[in-house]
């Protein structure tokens, strides 16, 4: 158990629709990170945030959005969702500054029908 | 952009067979390099760390080594549950602490 708690585990709904993904750091763990990943890619960065603030990112569509409370846990939003965001959306944290390491929920398997 | 290789896509092995994994990089400035093992339908596990060329961590029957371009993960007298896909990552210097991973290695050991 990596600390990080990810819910739901499942998700299956509908084109168009919207969802919200929720993550819950480790204990103390300040970052929080969300990644998607895909049959035909790897782990593909999405989005970091830091007590609070958004810290960086990467390959996200507009139609995706996160945010970060002021109890560090951090909910994914994903909107007007099509066929093609079926995937794992997992969360990871990390505690700033020279241990980097980044700890790994169990995900989130997202279906789009 | 950073980038990671990994080869091969897919090793079979016998029970005790030896072997390692490779992961080739290109980042500007590494901070640290990872390495994931990865159950199907589960969250990559934290393995090892790497912060600069030399550098050898253990654990178990898995040994990772870096030098300035790539990365090693041996595996030495494997066992079936050592089965998964392991992944490598790296992170840059400079700037924020994303990682940058590769597509990963799905290692089966045949008992």
Do not use: M
Request: with cysteine; net charge negative; charged share 20%.
């Amino acid at each position: 158990d990596s600390g990080v708690t990810q819910t739901p585990k499942h998700l299956i709904t509908a084109t168009g629709q919207r969802v919200t993904l929720r993550c819950s750091p480790r204990s103390g763990d300040l970052s929080v990170y969300w990644y998607q990943q895909s049959l035909d890619q790897g782990l593909q960065f999405l989005i970091q945030y830091y007590n609070g603030e958004e810290r960086a990112k990467g390959n996200i569509l507009e139609r995706f959005s996160a945010q970060q409370f002021p109890d560090l846990h951090s909910e994914l939003n994903l909107s007007s969702l099509e066929l093609g965001d079926s995937a794992l959306y997992f969360c990871a944290s990390s505690v700033a500054g020279e241990r980097t390491e980044a700890f790994f929920g169990q995900g989130t398997r997202l279906t789009v029908v | 952009e950073d980038q990671v290789t990994q080869s091969p896509e897919a090793l079979r092995l016998q029970e005790g067979e030896s072997s390692s994994l490779n992961c080739s990089y290109t980042v500007s400035g590494l901070r640290g390099l990872f390495w994931y093992r990865q159950d199907p339908g589960k969250g990559p596990e934290f393995l090892f760390t790497l912060y600069s060329a030399g550098e050898e961590k253990e654990k178990e029957r898995l040994k990772a080594t870096l030098t300035k371009k790539e990365s090693f993960l041996h595996i030495t007298a494997p066992k079936p549950e050592d089965s998964a896909t392991y992944l490598c990552a790296v992170q840059a210097n400079f700037g924020n602490e994303k990682l940058t991973f590769g597509t990963g290695t799905r290692l089966t050991i045949i008992p």
